[in-house]
């Protein structure tokens, strides 16, 4: 199929295409016209990377573990460990992050509660009671 084709039947742009070929994570070849022609299982391919860039993976990350998904028809964290261990670091990631943005909102909230205020004291401190709720717990 060509680009073209593999654009309309997963909704991703002809440029993101292109692009995953380059990462490598597509794969293709030259017809004799010069045009990209991909296999037929391009199609799930395209599927899995874009439900992995959803989780917050890189093409780079992806292309690390996407063959245990496309290649091995049984597979598990025994059999694909490392693209195991790097679901495990993006879920840690992702935890940070959250645990970050929660203090940043609580923060934001103990300002525009206290708005108006123009000590720069009475707007800084976040109460250590709402401090200590959003750090996240760590793992045993």
Not at 7 to 15: C, D, E, L, N, P
Not at 51 to 73: D, H, K, M, N
Request: glycine share 6%; net charge positive.
């Amino acid at each position: 199929m060509q680009i073209g084709e593999l654009s309309k039947a997963t909704g991703v742009s002809v440029r993101s295409l292109r692009h995953y070929d380059k990462q490598g994570l597509l794969a293709s070849r030259r017809a004799q016209n010069g045009y990209r022609v991909f296999h037929a299982d391009s199609v799930s391919r395209v599927e899995y990377i874009q439900l992995f860039l959803s989780c917050g993976f890189g093409t780079r990350e992806i292309a690390r573990f996407l063959p245990c998904y496309v290649e091995q028809a049984d597979f598990s964290q025994h059999t694909c460990t490392a693209g195991y261990e790097q679901h495990l670091e993006k879920m840690s990631e992702l935890d940070e992050l959250i645990a970050v943005l929660n203090e940043r909102r609580d923060r934001l909230r103990h300002v525009i509660a206290n708005f108006g205020e123009t000590k720069y004291a009475n707007l800084s401190a976040v109460p250590p009671a709402k401090q200590a709720e959003n750090r996240p717990e760590k793992a045993a």
